[in-house]
């Protein structure tokens, strides 16, 4: 049974770095894609980007100079830092597995991120 | 990019049907996600017209030129939710705006 699951703070201020990890069972993070979609509240879901366990990442252009993510796969884990946030970052931020080609299976239950100072 | 376009809603009473669209499809991979208030987006649809196991039959996918379909057939009260497409736009993938399908 694979489950995902965010951990991070709720709050970070603006032009701070967010920092979200997400936390693997039930596969390991050596299988698949591990990618981050963000919804901001009562808006449509933004793709941010992915990891694969080889070191390869995708990232969106429009957050590409921002984003950086990783993978510790002696904790089963992979991770989001996001620079420089300004309050249009407040979101819901998911953490989810891609099977292919925008197959998204597994998704965390998402965390809410406010960007606020 | 742009979000792909879906109308704003959609509706239906049990146990008819109701088709939401997406527009703006470049791809030939296309996934259908449903998500109830306060809850993840589940995949109901993957490679236009796949669906993945525990899926109902009830949900069905297609795809005509730039434009992708869900249908989904026999409404019951949990299909009350907001659904989105999903497809590759060059490097990215790009989300639908997003449909509210209401079970009357």
């Known amino acids: 049974h694979v489950q995902l699951q965010e951990s991070g703070p709720g709050l970070v201020k603006p032009s701070e770095t967010l920092s979200l990890t997400c936390t693997v069972s039930g596969v390991s993070i050596s299988s698949y894609y591990w990618t981050w979609i963000r919804q901001p509240p009562g808006k449509t879901l933004e793709w941010i980007g992915f990891i694969h366990y080889s070191g390869t990442t995708n990232y969106n252009p429009s957050l590409k100079s921002r984003v950086t993510m990783s993978l510790d796969t002696s904790k089963n884990q992979f991770s989001l830092k996001l620079s420089s946030v300004t309050a249009a970052d407040t979101a819901l931020y998911y953490c989810?597995?891609?099977?292919?080609?925008?197959?998204?299976?597994?998704w965390g239950q998402g965390v809410l991120v406010t960007v606020s100072s | 990019q742009s979000a792909l376009t879906q109308p704003p809603s959609a509706s239906g009473s049990p146990g008819q049907s109701v088709t939401i669209s997406c527009t703006g499809i470049s791809s030939d991979y296309v996934s259908w996600y449903q998500q109830h208030p306060g809850k993840a987006p589940q995949l109901m649809i993957y490679?236009?017209?796949k669906r993945p196991s525990g899926v109902p039959d009830r949900f069905s996918g297609s795809k005509s030129g730039n434009t992708a379909s869900l249908t989904v057939s026999g409404l019951q009260a949990d299909d009350d939710a907001d659904y989105y497409c999903?497809?590759?736009?060059?490097?990215?993938?790009?989300f639908g705006t997003g449909t509210k399908v209401t079970v009357l």
């Open positions: 999903c497809s590759p736009a060059g490097s990215l993938y790009v």
């Open positions: 490679e236009v017209s």
């Open positions: 989810a597995s891609e099977h292919n080609y925008g197959q998204f299976d597994y």
